[in-house]
């Protein structure tokens, strides 16, 4: 059981490289997240989906694209990588609104850890 | 400005004592609340939520207490265990079909031995 499954666990970027960070997730969950975490902040919503195609921005959107082709993936984006955006980012999927008890439940993939020098 | 507050980074607890942990929130519109569990190198996963309508939900060895009036809610973990030693997070949100939770700065619970 998969569940979210996030690549790389480990990235080191030069300032100004761009790069994909992937999610996956298996559970046909409708919404799917990016979090970025950092020291003595919560998790901040970077971008959201609540369905194949559509896409929004969160708290901290800028620096990040997000494009969602398909129920199970959904990349984030980095144009042109800077060191402000050194982080913990975090995927996380839930079931849509109406899909059962477990509707209200977001399940986060384990983190990847990215160092832009 | 957090909207969202979790004022203890750290909290030390003997085995099979009582660890409660604490979050107040400024946002009188958020009506439904999630506390997570992390461990190293691992995502948040869920422990427990409670809607506004409630004051108090209990799972286990696990009980959220909400205290509306002083937008204060606080997690009690009874009898407390080594392997509940992690980060603890507190999330509000308004409404419990959004996918917008505003987090609180978490809480590193240390259970003792």
């Known amino acids: 059981n998969a569940g979210v499954t996030q690549t790389p666990k480990f990235q080191v970027l030069k300032t100004g490289q761009s790069m994909t960070l992937q999610c996956a997730q298996d559970m046909n969950h409708e919404y799917m997240s990016w979090y970025r975490q950092d020291p003595g902040m919560g998790l901040r919503l970077i971008h959201y989906s609540v369905g194949a195609g559509i896409t929004d921005q969160g708290e901290v959107p800028n620096g990040y694209n997000v494009s969602r082709s398909t129920t199970e993936d959904f990349p984030l984006r980095l144009l042109s990588a800077a060191p402000s955006q050194t982080s913990v980012y975090f995927c996380a999927s839930r079931p849509g609104q109406g899909r059962g008890s477990g509707k209200n439940i977001q399940y986060f993939g384990a983190g990847t850890r990215l160092s832009v020098l | ?113």
């Not at chain 2, 869920?46 to 205290?67: M, Y």
């Not at chain 2, 002083?70 to 996918?99: E, M, N």
């Not at chain 2, 939770?101 to 003792?112: E, Q, S």
């Open chain 2, 1 to 113: 400005d957090q909207q969202v507050k979790q004022n203890s980074p750290s909290l030390s607890v003997q085995e099979g004592r009582i660890s409660i942990l604490n979050c107040d929130y400024t946002n009188s519109m958020f009506d439904y609340f999630l506390w997570y569990k992390k461990y190293p190198a691992e995502g948040p996963t869920f422990l427990i939520s409670i809607s506004s309508i409630k004051d108090k939900n209990e799972d286990g060895r696990f009980t959220v207490f909400l205290n509306k009036s002083a937008k204060h809610l606080s997690l009690h973990i009874v009898p407390s265990q080594p392997g509940d030693s992690a980060v603890y997070f507190c999330a509000a949100s308004v409404g419990s079909g959004t996918y917008k939770y505003i987090f609180g700065t978490g809480t590193r619970l240390k259970v003792l031995a």
